[in-house]
């Protein structure tokens, strides 16, 4: 009887392992296949005009060369230009109720790599290995920021390989 037990113990530990590879294949399968569409955002944003009025990326996401996380701008990070500048304009208008309020703009981020692909991303090694945002995330100057491509291992990896960049899976996966 005790035989018996242990022999049905390990199918179903093989039975549950083989359900977790399954739905982490099927969710890295799903990753590989994202919309890669831009966000629609709560206020109408132009990357391509404040790009043409010399503002860099980093200026108003503040974390792209120094942290993980990009970050997105918050409402007086806005408002410190646009308390003068295009103050008349509609969209303007729209910050102001927020800075009026004191709520954070919910800006609506890029789609982050599924959990179960246990990607650790960091925009400052990218960034200061000289990788230029435009790589990634496409011209944001023809429109709304977007991933470029699937942003899928495979296009990570050629990517490390390109630029002489680990690709060890420990690089990227944790």
């Known amino acids: 009887m005790r035989a018996r037990n242990l022999i049905g113990g390990k199918k179903k530990r093989w ?11 099927m969710g890295l399968a799903a990753w590989g296949r994202q919309d890669n569409s831009p966000p629609l955002q709560p206020i109408p944003f132009s ?5 043409e009025n010399q503002i860099e990326c980093a200026t108003c996401h503040e974390g792209s060369l120094n942290a993980a996380k990009a970050g997105l701008p918050g409402v007086n990070l806005c408002m410190g230009c646009h308390e ?3 103050a ?25 790599f599924p959990k179960e692909a246990a990607v650790y991303f960091t925009h400052k090694r990218h960034s200061r290995a000289g990788i230029a945002c435009e790589t990634c995330h496409g ?3 023809e429109g709304r920021v977007r991933l470029a491509g699937s942003a899928n291992m495979g296009q990570c990896v050629e990517c490390h390989r390109q630029n002489r960049a680990p690709t060890e899976c420990l690089t990227c996966h944790y």
Not at 47 to 51: C, D, I
Not at 94 to 112: D, H, M, N, S, T
């Open 88 to 112: 008349d304009r509609a969209p303007i208008q729209q910050l102001k109720k927020y800075a009026v309020l004191q709520a954070e703009i919910p800006w609506r981020g890029l789609p982050r």
């Open 15 to 25: 039975l549950v392992l083989l359900l977790v590879l399954a739905g982490t294949g």
């Open 84 to 86: 003068t500048v295009a």
């Open 47 to 51: 990357h391509r005009l404040h790009l």
């Open 139 to 141: 011209n944001v100057a």
